[in-house]
């Protein structure tokens, strides 16, 4: 119903930039917030950063200044830019959408993203 498709990760250097991107297809009728998680190897997932569809946007405390989240509407995208990467921010990177579909208005589901590997070298 819903097909997120993300791209954008790699291998970067400390200090280096990347920029995520994730675009949503589907039978969408709206989408509500878009946000992006990251896991890294032996932790939990943890929220990046959100957007909702007025632009409102939060990101957790240790990120802010350095990532930032931007969504295009007409294109149902979202993007992560990164910069001044640390090896600490090396994790795998998920979009997770919030929509109403055409076919059931009136429930807001979630979606994620098959998630992309950002590895930042020292």
């Known amino acids: 119903q819903v097909q997120l498709v993300e791209s954008g990760g790699g291998l970067v250097q400390a200090g280096g930039s990347l920029r995520l991107s994730c675009g949503a297809s589907?039978?969408?009728?709206?989408?509500?917030?878009m946000a992006w998680f990251r896991q890294a190897p032996g932790k939990q997932r943890e929220q990046v950063a959100g957007?909702?569809?007025?632009?409102?946007?939060n990101y957790a405390d240790s990120l802010k200044g350095r990532f930032t989240i931007s969504r295009d509407n007409a294109k149902n995208t979202v993007y992560l830019q990164m910069n001044s990467l640390k090896p600490e921010d090396t994790a795998v990177y998920y979009c997770?959408?919030?929509?109403?579909?055409?076919?059931?208005?009136?429930?807001?589901?979630?979606?994620w993203g098959q998630g992309t590997q950002v590895t930042v070298s020292s």
């Open positions: 589907g039978s969408i009728l709206s989408i509500n917030t």
């Open positions: 957007i909702t569809s007025t632009g409102s946007t």
């Open positions: 997770r959408v919030y929509v109403r579909l055409r076919s059931l208005p009136n429930v807001e589901l979630s979606y």
